[in-house]
């Protein structure tokens, strides 16, 4: 009879532990759901927050010209702008000079403007009427 008892103690003890062993399971597995939801914030959106004047610009071009290295560095910068290691605006020079730094040649469009009788013409258009006028 005392087998019989010590078995059932056995059973009752083991019983207790898978049953807090299945509580902790299902604690944890509750947790992660949380930072998931944080973790679940687009890396390019955090670092769109940030981007101050013609950044975008800078952005969308070396993601249209160096996709997979764009999307590595946009990863590093989101993760660095939630540690806040960096909290400044990065404005489009800045994120230009990151991406050449790192070996990235982005090409960007051009212009350039002069001023001609009080209006801002772009200097292809000054220099084809200056040519047009010579003939």
């Known amino acids: 009879m005392s087998d019989d008892s010590e078995l059932e103690r056995l059973k009752a003890k083991r019983l207790a532990e898978m049953q807090k062993n299945i509580n902790t399971r299902q604690d944890s597995e ?3 759901e949380q930072p998931k939801e944080q973790a679940q914030e687009n890396p390019r959106d955090v670092l769109v927050k940030v981007l101050g004047y013609r950044g975008m610009e800078v952005l969308q071009n070396a993601e249209s010209q160096f996709p997979n290295e764009t999307a ?3 990863q590093k910068l989101s993760e ?3 540690t806040g ?3 400044e605006t990065l404005d489009g020079g800045k994120l230009l000079t990151l ?3 790192v070996g ?4 960007m469009e051009t212009k350039i403007n002069v001023e001609q009788d009080g209006k801002f013409v772009s200097l292809t258009d000054k220099l084809s009427k200056e040519t047009k006028d010579d003939e």
């Open 30 to 32: 509750k947790t992660p």
């Open 72 to 74: 590595m560095i946009v």
């Open 80 to 82: 660095l702008i939630k």
């Open 85 to 87: 290691e960096l909290n």
């Open 99 to 101: 991406f050449r730094t």
């Open 104 to 107: 990235l040649n982005i090409r």
